[in-house]
């Protein structure tokens, strides 16, 4: 199993991804700005294996909460799927060193496509690593 924290300010898009996770087997946690995600992370005993960011929320937006994880070498190396209604900020998938972007309005097949993909491109890599 599989944990991720989707950071997101919309409650009820919050909600429907994460039962839409849980039901395909990962262990999903939320938070609704970056502040709240940065205080949760601290006191985590097992780091999410992915973060879903949203770039645009009140309190700590998506932007200020990358910086802060990548300055942090506890959580740099989470990988980040940046998610927004802005299809502006596409350019910034790879100044915020983020996996993959998605624009919102997003359905969740899609998402659910993003996130196993990477697991399993990431367990296939691992498991090439290992066998050379």
């Given at each position: 199993m599989k944990k991720i924290l989707i950071i997101d300010d919309n409650i009820s898009f919050v909600g429907a991804l994460q039962e839409l996770l849980t039901l395909?087997?990962?262990?999903v946690v939320t938070a609704h700005n970056g502040q709240t995600a940065l205080e949760l992370l601290s006191n985590m005993s097992q780091l999410p294996h992915l973060i879903i960011?949203?770039?645009?929320?009140?309190?700590?937006?998506g932007?200020?909460?990358?910086?802060?994880q990548l300055q942090?070498?506890?959580?740099?190396?989470?990988?980040v799927?940046?998610?927004?209604?802005?299809?502006?900020?596409?350019?910034?998938?790879?100044?915020l060193q983020a996996v993959e972007f998605l624009n919102k309005p997003v359905e969740a097949k899609d998402i659910l496509y993003v996130v196993e993909s990477f697991f399993y491109l990431?367990?296939?890599?691992i498991s090439y690593v290992s066998q050379t």
């Open positions: 395909t087997g990962h262990e960011l949203d770039l645009v929320m009140p309190i700590m937006n932007f200020k909460f990358r910086e802060l942090d070498k506890n959580l740099s190396g989470i990988p799927i940046l998610l927004t209604a802005n299809n502006n900020y596409k350019e910034f998938k790879e100044k990431r367990k296939r890599a």
